[in-house]
């Protein structure tokens, strides 16, 4: 096949197809996500990526209170970030979880955060959802 123009260029005939949203850009993207609403308390995401975050968020504060502390800790750690919410004090975004919001929810049975739609996003109106843990 001849080339269908220089576009994305690599080579003689260019690429042919641009490389899509994979799910390893989306569990990264959740991941950063969900690390965000430990330290911040609160994050603003579009509708479909506010299920998932809520989702993960609910897993993660159900692992803060199984009794296995150790293991729990360790499973948490392979899906948050290695953030600091207090560089000077070093309080990461898996300490907040284990020592603040795991504590708070102890009660809970489930439903740990909350949703609330907000406007509209401006570029593309995608629909935006405030996701904030329940208090």
């Keep these: 096949m001849p080339a269908q123009g220089r576009h994305n260029v690599h080579g003689k005939t260019g ?76 309080i990461l975004a898996l300490d907040v979880l284990f020592d603040q919001i795991g504590p708070k929810m102890a009660t809970r049975e489930g439903g740990y955060t909350h949703q609330y739609k907000v406007e509209n996003r401006k570029g593309d109106n995608a629909p935006m959802v405030l996701v904030c843990w329940c208090d």
Aim: a positive charge.
């Design 15 to 90: 690429v042919r197809f641009k490389a899509a949203y994979t799910k390893q850009k989306y569990e990264n993207m959740l991941r950063n996500v969900v690390t965000d609403l430990i330290i911040h308390g609160h994050v603003t995401v579009t509708e479909s990526t506010a299920k998932d975050v809520v989702k993960e968020a609910d897993r993660l504060v159900t692992l803060t209170k199984k009794e296995d502390r150790m293991n729990a800790k360790r499973e948490a750690a392979r899906f948050v970030r290695h953030v600091y919410q207090d560089k000077e004090k070093d």
